[in-house]
């Protein structure tokens, strides 16, 4: 079994409690199903949040879905002139046996746009975005945008 790094991003149209752990748990949860984790298969997770977001921590909704062992910890995110707002990101060091190819991140919402260059990507736009969270993969591999995911 190894140990990979799974990434999420979602954004938040309003800065209020009850949107933003309805927002954190959906990635959260997506996260999950689309890698075929279990909360025993996190080592931990890091969180990070825009400066305009304040109404709660992140992690929070983690918690509330049972992760209560997991380390998890949150951060602000780098103030970068003309990046997105009201976003949260994830990264979460798990164990599992999928190849590092196979890690499918998961950006919902406006995040949607932020990384369109990796491969095993499922994207939820809001435009698009129903019940069942259709997958929405993209195949680019020409832009390596790595840092701040922007």
Known sequence: MAVRAVRGATQLEEDTREHMLERVAEMVVDVMAANGLEVDDFISVIFTATSDLVSEFPAYAARRL??????????????????????????????????????????????????????????VPDADHDADHDADRHADHDADRDAGDE
């Open 66 to 123: 049972g992760f209560g062992e997991v380390p998890l910890i949150c951060a602000r995110e780098l103030e970068i002139a003309g990046s997105m707002p009201r976003v949260v990101r994830m990264m979460a060091h798990v164990e599992t046996d999928l190849p590092r190819a196979d890690i499918t991140h998961v950006y919902l919402h406006g995040a949607a746009a932020l990384r369109s260059d990796l491969s095993r990507v499922r994207s």
